[in-house]
């Protein structure tokens, strides 16, 4: 199992710029998530997919839009990148039974 | 609504001291909560969760918290800090039914040797 994994790892985009944040995960969970991490702010959730076909916002879509594109993949989009969206992005599953959530490595953005 | 307050931003301990790090949360139904670790440079990890079994709640790397219903709260403590366990350290809370998790601000872990 490889769990949640999230590509790319590192990425730097200028004003305007556009780009895809991917997810997948392998572990047959219906849940997904995307949150972003800023200093002293915890994690906050951008966008959710309680299943497949579904989407709901967060606490801060604002700029972001997601696509859950089958159960294992939920990807973010940037469409006009703007300096305020510099932070790590974490991907997130949701196993039901256990009510944990599994958490992938992060995707470290940097927007000039 | 659900929340969750850590105190203290920055937590300071020597080698061998006692770790405790403070979680207080707010839910108008029963809750589920939980501590994750975050290690430099890496995702979030499960450390110990509470699903309304036992209010004493044993997790990975020697840790543990407690669940007081009358003080709203959720202590993550350990008897003896070592240098590994510099990282930071995030409350979360959830209920049933209820699949997004509410995170708290987060409480980093200084080590001193």
């Known amino acids: 199992n490889a769990g949640v994994t999230q590509t790319p790892k590192f990425q730097v985009l200028k004003t305007g710029q556009s780009m895809t944040l991917q997810c997948a995960q392998d572990?047959?969970?219906?849940?997904m998530y995307w949150y972003r991490q800023d200093p002293g702010m915890g994690l906050r959730l951008i966008y959710y997919?309680?299943?497949?076909?579904?989407?709901d916002k967060g606490e801060v879509p604002n700029g972001y839009n997601v696509s859950r594109l089958n159960k294992r993949e939920f990807s973010l989009r940037l469409e006009s990148a703007a300096p305020s969206q510099t932070s790590v992005y974490f991907c997130?599953?949701?196993?039901?039974?256990?009510?944990?959530?599994?958490f992938g490595p992060g995707t470290r953005l940097t927007v000039t | 609504a659900q929340s969750v307050t850590q105190l203290g931003s920055h937590v300071s301990v020597s080698e061998g001291a006692l770790v405790l790090l403070r979680c207080n949360y707010s839910?108008?139904?029963?809750?589920?909560l939980f501590w994750y670790v975050q290690y430099p440079n890496q995702g979030l990890q499960l450390l110990l969760k509470?699903?309304?079994?036992?209010?004493l709640v044993k997790g990975i790397n020697g840790f543990e918290a407690e669940f007081k219903k009358s003080e709203t709260s959720f202590h993550l403590t350990k008897p003896s800090a070592h240098m590994s366990d510099a990282a930071e350290y995030f409350c979360?809370?959830?209920?049933?039914?209820?699949?997004?998790?509410?995170f708290g601000t987060g409480t980093r872990l200084l080590v001193s040797p």
């Open positions: 997130a599953s949701f196993d039901s039974s256990s009510y944990e959530q599994y």
């Open positions: 572990m047959n969970h219906n849940s």
């Open positions: 997919s309680a299943s497949e076909g579904t989407t």
């Open positions: 839910s108008s139904v029963p809750p589920y």
């Open positions: 509470y699903t309304s079994a036992a209010t």
């Open positions: 979360a809370v959830t209920n049933t039914g209820f699949q997004k998790l509410v």
